[in-house]
């Protein structure tokens, strides 16, 4: 099933904000055998939104829009609705209820603007957005070859548009254009390969590959997932052929394999130590806190995360971890051994299993002979000894932040998963 994407608002035009949606949208129906076919951005304009949603209908049954609902006079995508799909605007009671519910949770007074929020076409079927104010609002249409057509308005909010594009919009959907096809799909997260080199090593693999299998490179700072995904009209088979593939799959991959299942570095991680009650701790420099953040923004992280120490300056190298000043001084701060005492010393204050270590050179500036931009030294702690390993990572300074965080959390990984 093909679907289209409008996405509107100035902001997104000048800048001022980027789009998300369409992309977290695409990756979430990939694996259900659909497809965004086309994405466009759109001025809160009322006859660029009305010549978008011509064009979108042209290409695909579904269309989707994402933005333009908000209580002030720029956001005009209800006015523009209830002119392309006929009806008025009209108070919706439970609409109203919800944003005043949610108003009185937030501590905030409701206005004559936000409760305009309320005020829906009337050819709209509304889906109650349980996360914001702005109702999402389905709306069929007839194809001029008489095919059924259907548009969802969504908030442009993307927290807002996640939630309810998953619980609510496309289950509807789903159902609205069922499909005889069945669609099964299995991931696996990988390290140590270019994404290159690792399609080099496994073109044997695809090329054998079953009519209606599909793998899908993905990949992130660290790590590439790969997606097998398998479609066909008879269940039982292509399950059987996923695992037989699957289990080919990972023969290939071999000890670049990380985890099989689709999840983040920081959440294998949590994984590892949870099955062997294992605790963890972080002294970060170059990271800032980094590492420490992705893993507690992981619920249930509490269980394994025991604190980390942001120790960017040498005196808190020196004077809490207890980082030999002598050795800063021979070595410099971005060095193995200083990143190897970091990485022991918060593991003694904390009484931690494991411990992560970071110290560099993010950039732009700080750069020292022997050292560009992007040298980073990472060391992880554990009970049977220390590993540790200099790196040079390409890129700004977000991008050097990023590759060391993540390096720093499959370096731990791979230290549990040997033991």
């Not at 009650?277 to 980094?290: L, Q, R």
């Not at 002598?326 to 931690?352: F, K, N, W």
């Not at 270590?357 to 993010?362: K, L, Q, Y």
């Not at 732009?364 to 554990?382: E, H, L, M, Q, Y």
Request: aromatic share 6%; charged share 20%; proline share 5%.
């Amino acid at each position: 099933m093909n679907i289209a994407v409008i996405v509107i608002g100035d902001e997104l035009l000048i800048g001022q904000v980027t789009d998300t949606n369409s992309g977290f949208i695409a990756r979430h129906v990939a694996p259900y055998g659909w497809q965004v076919v086309n994405v466009e951005v759109v001025a809160d304009d009322a006859d660029a939104i009305r010549n978008a949603i011509d064009r979108a209908f042209a290409l695909a049954p579904v269309v989707l829009t994402t933005g333009g609902l908000g209580p002030t006079k720029d956001d005009i995508t209800k006015g523009v609705m209830c002119r392309y799909f006929g009806g008025e605007l009209v108070e919706n009671a439970e609409v109203l209820e919800n944003v005043k519910e949610i108003f009185k949770k937030r501590g905030l007074k409701l206005n004559d603007l936000t409760r305009s929020q309320a005020m829906v076409p009337s050819s709209c079927t509304v889906i109650q957005n349980r996360v914001g104010t702005a109702p999402v609002m389905w709306f069929n249409h007839t194809h001029p070859n008489g095919a059924g057509q259907v548009l969802v308005s969504m908030p442009g909010v993307p927290f807002e548009t996640a939630e309810m594009f998953t619980s609510a919009v496309f289950p509807r959907l789903r159902a609205f254009f069922p499909s005889d096809k069945d669609v099964e799909h299995r991931t696996m997260v990988v390290t140590g390969n270019s994404e290159s080199d690792l399609a080099t090593r496994l073109a044997s693999f695809e090329s054998q590959l079953p009519d209606g299998f599909h793998l899908a490179y993905l990949p992130k700072p660290g790590i590439i997932r790969l997606r097998l995904d398998a479609t066909g009209t008879d269940r039982s088979l292509i399950e059987r052929q996923l695992h037989e593939q699957w289990t080919l799959l990972a023969k290939e991959v071999g000890d670049n394999l990380l985890w099989d299942g689709d999840a983040e570095p920081a959440e294998i991680l949590l994984r590892e130590l949870d099955k062997r009650a294992f605790t963890v701790a972080t002294a970060e420099s170059c990271t800032g806190g980094n590492i420490a953040h992705l893993i507690t923004l992981i619920p249930g992280s509490s269980s394994a995360m025991l604190g980390g120490v942001v120790s960017y300056a040498n005196t808190v190298k020196t004077h809490v971890l207890g980082v030999d000043a002598d050795t800063i001084s021979s070595l410099g701060a971005v060095s193995i051994p200083v990143a190897e005492q970091m990485a022991q010393g918060v593991r003694r204050i904390t009484h931690a299993d494991i411990s992560m270590a970071t110290s560099g050179i993010a950039g732009p500036g700080g750069a020292v002979p022997g050292k560009p931009v992007g040298t980073v030294c990472i060391a992880v702690d554990t009970p049977w000894g220390t590993v540790s390993g200099e790196y040079h990572f390409p890129g700004n300074r977000t991008r050097v932040i990023d590759r060391a965080t993540q390096t720093a959390l499959i370096l731990a990984i791979r230290q549990i998963q040997k033991h």
